[in-house]
């Protein structure tokens, strides 16, 4: 049975860390999210969401959220390297469904992950 947890280590938290990933990193625009991710030298893939006010009430942008932590902690599996992964939810994101959603962010990761297959390279200075 695998680890199903998302321990604050599997977190990106400190802004400084977010402007790195946001300066650094690569994007994957798809109708709902932007992703920013670029490999790091942890053992882990940590994943940062920014769900702005755009979004809509805080009570939307909570569930938002909890829908992409629980996607992400059930499929930690999927990510073969440790890469930082910023998730940014659009506006949209607050009209889907949260099967919708779910399948949005499958859609990414397979992005990623052939993306990773295609080309390995580490980025130095990223702790």
């Known amino acids: 049975m695998g680890d199903f947890s998302f321990s604050k ?6 802004r400084s860390e977010f402007k790195r990933l946001s300066a650094r990193g690569k994007r994957i625009y798809s109708g709902h999210f932007l992703i920013i991710y670029r490999p790091n030298h942890l053992k882990r ?4 969401i920014t769900v702005s006010k755009n979004v809509g009430c805080a009570v ?8 992409i932590r629980e996607y992400f902690r059930l499929n930690k599996a999927l990510f073969q390297h440790a890469y930082d992964i910023n998730i940014i939810a659009k ?3 607050a009209r889907l469904s949260p099967h919708e959603t779910r399948e949005a962010l499958e859609s990414i990761v397979h992005e990623i992950s052939v993306d990773c297959k295609d080309s390995r390279t580490v980025v130095s200075g990223n702790h």
């Open 9 to 14: 280590a599997e977190r990106i938290l400190k």
């Open 45 to 48: 893939t940590r994943l940062g």
């Open 60 to 67: 939307t942008r909570n569930r938002i959220k909890r829908i």
């Open 91 to 93: 506006d949209s994101v």
